[in-house]
C-alpha cells in the first residue's frame, strides 16, 4: 500500500462548481498535513496546511480525519485559475511524503 | 531574491555523464530535502538533510547519487554514470524545522534528460 494515495482524476468541472478532492495516509505517525498546488511545468507550491480542527482560506476547506487517516480539499465556486494538480502531503517527523496528484481541470 | 534557487534549470547530457546540481535554501532553513519527479508523477523523496547531516536517504537513491550539504548551507546532488530512467526534475525544498506544520518551499528545480 503507497504511503499517500489519491485519485490521479482529471477532474473536470465547470467554473463555479464545487469539487472534493480526498487522499489517504498510511502512517498513523504522521503528524503534519498539507495541500500543495502544483501548474504544469512548475513546482510545488503550499496551498494549505491541514489542521486537526479544519480550516478553510477562502473558497478553500481542509479536513483531517486521524481516525480514518484522510485528509480532504473542497473547492467552492471553482475559477478557471483552480485548473492545476493538486497534491496531498504528510509529514512523519522526516521528509515530507507526497501523493501522486489530482489533476483538475475547470472549464468555462 | 530570498527564495530556493536551483542551477542549472535544464542539463541535457549524454547516458554515461555524471551531472552535478546545486541547491541554495532559504539562508535561515535548517532542514533540505531533494526530491525526483517525472511526468503524471508526485514529487518522490531522494534525501534530506538537517543542517549538514544527512539523515535519511531513499531506496531510489541507488549508489549512483550522492548528495552533500557542507556547511549546512548549499546541497548538490551528484547523479554517476547517468541513465536515460534518470531523466526527471529533480527538486529541492527547504523548511525551518521544528515548528509544526512548517511549509516547505521548493525551487524551480533542475529539469534533467539524458540522451
Known amino acids: 500500500r503507497k504511503e499517500v494515495e489519491q485519485d490521479p482524476g482529471p477532474f473536470n468541472v465547470p467554473e463555479g462548481a464545487t469539487v472534493a478532492f480526498n487522499c489517504t495516509y498510511s502512517?498513523?505517525?504522521?503528524?503534519?498535513f498539507f495541500w500543495y498546488r502544483q501548474d504544469c511545468r512548475k513546482e510545488p507550491k503550499l496551498l494549505m496546511s491541514?489542521?486537526?480542527s479544519g480550516n478553510e482560506d477562502g473558497r478553500f476547506t481542509a479536513q483531517l480525519n486521524r481516525a480514518s487517516q484522510y485528509i480532504s480539499l473542497l473547492i467552492r465556486d471553482s475559477k478557471l485559475s483552480d485548473s492545476a494538480t493538486y497534491l496531498c502531503?504528510?509529514?512523519?517527523?522526516?521528509?515530507?511524503?507526497f501523493g501522486k496528484g489530482t489533476r483538475l481541470s475547470v472549464i468555462a | 531574491d530570498t527564495g530556493v534557487s536551483q542551477d542549472p534549470r535544464h542539463k541535457i547530457t549524454k547516458r554515461g555523464q555524471n551531472v552535478t546540481f546545486r541547491c541554495d535554501p532559504i539562508?535561515?532553513?535548517?532542514?533540505l530535502y531533494w526530491y525526483r519527479q517525472t511526468l503524471g508523477q508526485g514529487p518522490e523523496f531522494l534525501t534530506y538533510?538537517?543542517?549538514?547531516?544527512?539523515?535519511?536517504k531513499s531506496r531510489l537513491l541507488s549508489d549512483r547519487f550522492s548528495a552533500e550539504r557542507p556547511k549546512g548551507s548549499f546541497s548538490t546532488l551528484e547523479i554517476q554514470r547517468t541513465e536515460q530512467g534518470d531523466s526527471a526534475m529533480y527538486l529541492c525544498?527547504?523548511?525551518?524545522?521544528?515548528?509544526?506544520?512548517?511549509?516547505?518551499?521548493f525551487g524551480q528545480g533542475t529539469r534533467l534528460t539524458v540522451v
Open positions: 525544498a527547504s523548511s525551518l524545522v521544528p515548528i509544526m506544520n512548517t511549509e516547505a518551499f
Open positions: 502512517n498513523s505517525a504522521s503528524q503534519s
Open positions: 502531503v504528510v509529514n512523519v517527523a522526516g521528509p515530507l511524503v
Open positions: 491541514v489542521y486537526s
Open positions: 538533510f538537517q543542517n549538514e547531516a544527512q539523515l535519511e
Open positions: 539562508s535561515e532553513h535548517n532542514r
